[in-house]
């Protein structure tokens, strides 16, 4: 049996951060005349903060040391510096808009972990004052990293087609003299929304809109969603534009559907992040549902895989026959193309395994466990990752594929 000694270890960390001891870092942290320096250590910043990794890769050293500017955080908020060495930190003290604050800081250095943590305190806590910021009159006054950490947070208790009206509102006042009328407007003005949005965007649940929502809102400001990459629930997984393609291999579409046009509502059953990566939550919220997709995203990479299942999961052995269903790699930032592989054996096309297990694609594509998932081409026709075998995934999605009426 291991012994775990976090505790201790937590506290070294922090008193050598304390002791500078070694340091090879020197942070400068907010604006004249309140600026305040913080020394760290590469190794450590590297390892604990996306944020730093970047910056310390392609810092110049001078005299050995390398100098990074936060002039945007305060020197107060950048106490995270003890997050990122101990792990631990305190928000006892915090007033509301103190932590509203230190969320925006959070997700400019992408302290996951802590933005997640964050989030969650004021929506159980706060969720009614950040409602009524929301809807205040001055709301279109918000700096853009203020909004943006908004439209992150999961469950706003808000409907989705509503925060899109609150962005959109929200665009329009930071441009001067735009016409009330849409038929009115230029090339031109539509150009100026879309850059003005364009980093809020991709933060719209777009998937959580009714059809006729979608139809009524975002068909008219269409051009600004051209090229525009837009994550679906609460995801970093999937854009609107994946939907279209694979809402198009559903219906056996020989193009693809327009992101305006997609006749299906992808409705979220599961997510690992939310319901713990667990082949039996999986089973309770996705069993005899019939018209699923899953989406997984791989550790550590950009690869993104999921398959369809026309029929419903279930759990005790034996296999489900379709010729229907299909798995898939989806294009993104590695992959120039997506892989559509269709099944070419219909009478093994799902497999039902034990209530501990994900889904099923036969051994095409199956999850063993919580976040262990394997890929060895059987039953379908085309493989759709380069290595075989078994991989670890980050996150893991389900959506149950309503038609829109």
Not at 14 to 32: A, C, F, H, M, R
Not at 85 to 94: C, I, K
Not at 314 to 340: A, E, H, R
Not at 353 to 379: A, H, I, V, Y
Request: glycine share 4%; aromatic share 12%; hydrophobic share 40%.
């Amino acid at each position: 049996m291991s012994s775990k000694f976090f505790i201790q270890l937590s506290q070294d960390f922090t008193q050598l951060l304390e002791s500078e001891y070694d340091y090879n870092v020197v942070i400068e942290v907010g604006e004249k005349p309140n600026i305040q320096l913080f020394k760290g250590h590469s190794a450590i910043l590297y390892q604990r903060s996306l944020y730093f990794r970047q910056k310390l890769v392609n810092a110049v050293k001078k005299n050995n040391i390398i100098e990074i500017k936060l002039p945007t955080i305060s020197a107060k908020l950048f106490n995270i510096i003890n997050y990122i060495y101990g792990g631990m930190v305190s928000l006892e003290n915090f007033e509301v808009s103190a932590k509203f604050d230190l969320l925006i800081a959070d997700n400019e250095l992408e302290a996951t972990e802590l933005v997640k943590h964050l989030q969650s305190q004021l929506i159980n806590d706060n969720a009614s004052w950040l409602r009524i910021i929301l809807n205040s009159d001055d709301f279109t006054t918000l700096q853009e990293n203020a909004l943006i950490s908004f439209l992150k947070i999961d469950n706003l208790q808000m409907e989705e087609s509503e925060i899109w009206d609150k962005v959109i509102l929200w665009g329009k006042a930071k441009i001067p003299n735009l016409l009330p009328n849409l038929n009115e407007w230029t090339d031109e003005n539509f150009k100026s929304l879309k850059i003005t949005v364009q980093h809020c965007l991709p933060h719209i649940r777009y998937f959580q809109i009714p059809g006729k929502d979608v139809l009524k809102k975002i068909k008219p400001y269409r051009q600004i969603l051209e090229n525009t990459s837009i994550i679906t629930p609460s995801s970093s997984i999937v854009t609107l534009l994946n939907a279209a393609e694979i809402s198009s291999w559903i219906d056996r579409c020989s193009t693809i559907y327009d992101i305006t046009e997609i006749p299906y509502e992808f409705k979220l059953l599961f997510r690992g992040g939310r319901d713990r990566f667990s082949g039996k939550e999986f089973h309770k919220l996705c069993d005899n549902i019939p018209g699923t997709v899953v989406i997984v995203k791989i550790n550590s990479t950009d690869e993104i895989l999921g398959g369809y299942n026309p029929l419903v999961w279930k759990f005790g052995g034996g296999y489900g026959t379709t010729t229907d269903s299909f798995i898939f790699s989806l294009k993104n930032g590695n992959m120039n193309q997506s892989i559509l592989s269709r099944v070419i054996n219909p009478s093994q096309a799902i497999w039902y395994d034990s209530e501990s297990s994900g889904p099923w694609f036969d051994n095409d594509l199956r999850m063993e466990n919580s976040k262990k998932c394997d890929c060895s081409r059987q039953t379908y026709d085309k493989c759709i990752r380069s290595a075989s075998g078994l991989f670890s995934i980050d996150e893991f999605e389900v959506f149950q594929i309503c038609k829109n009426t």
